[in-house]
């Protein structure tokens, strides 16, 4: 069945550095979200692409999808520690009843 | 007004217990899901229901039985509670199949 992978699983970063989370399919996708989830909270929606190639921003966020749409990443510019949490990409199964997976998560710690 | 709501937050019990957590989602979605959290942050689908129709079912184990009354309302009774049980379980909705999903806050089992 599909895979989505994440790496890396673990990140620390100290205030003000970069960070990126990158998501792997194993399957080509129709298209990609990533979801945010604070500790102790719930996963939100941040974002969808659709597009080949696309690339979208959120404030110190981006977001791109790869070409042949089976990868995805998410940058964080200038870490902040409201940035702390697990970031999570997700990706339909491509069937008619698709499911989303969502890959493993990489859990992003910004130290002060 | 909370969009995906499901009760209780907390719920500490005991080996072989029966259990029920209860979702309602005040958003119009047709789609409604549980997913299971374990420690490690892996979000696993567990159930996935269309208009109070069962449509995906994730080798779940018997003990676990969904039940939707409504296309708002998707509850989760698990009997013979066992240690692994224990994780947060999300309830969650979305408009059609793998579109954005919106979780609940939650369920924080825990077996004892």
């Known amino acids: 069945g599909q895979q989505v992978m994440q790496i890396p699983q673990y990140q620390h970063v100290q205030e003000g550095e970069d960070f990126t989370t990158y998501c792997n399919s194993s399957?080509?996708?129709?298209?990609i979200q990533w979801y945010k989830q604070r500790p102790g909270g719930h996963p939100v929606f941040l974002i969808q692409?659709?597009?080949?190639?696309e690339v979208k921003k959120q404030k110190r966020l981006t977001f791109q999808f790869g070409e042949a749409k089976k990868n995805s990443s998410l940058h964080i510019t200038a870490t902040q520690t409201t940035d702390v949490g697990t970031y999570f990409c997700?990706?339909?199964?491509?069937?008619?009843?698709?499911?989303?997976?969502f890959g493993q998560g990489t859990i992003l710690t910004v130290h002060p | 007004d909370t969009a995906v709501s499901q009760t209780p937050k907390y719920l500490v019990t005991q080996m072989g217990n029966d259990k029920s957590i209860k979702c309602e989602q005040n958003?119009?979605?047709?789609?409604m899901y549980w997913y299971k959290q374990d420690s490690k942050k892996f979000l696993k689908i567990m159930f996935s229901?269309?208009?109070?129709?069962?449509?995906i079912n994730e080798t779940v184990p018997n003990r676990f039985s969904p039940k939707s009354p409504d296309k708002a309302h998707l509850n989760l009774h698990i009997n013979s509670l066992e240690l692994g049980d224990s994780a947060v379980y999300f309830c969650?909705?979305?408009?059609?199949?793998?579109?954005?999903?919106?979780f609940g806050e939650g369920s924080w089992l825990t077996v004892v």
């Open positions: 969650a909705s979305s408009l059609g199949f793998a579109n954005t999903i919106y």
């Open positions: 399957t080509t996708l129709s298209n």
């Open positions: 692409l659709v597009k080949s190639g």
């Open positions: 997700a990706g339909p199964s491509g069937t008619s009843y698709g499911k989303l997976t």
């Open positions: 958003l119009g979605h047709d789609t």
């Open positions: 229901y269309n208009n109070k129709e069962l449509i």
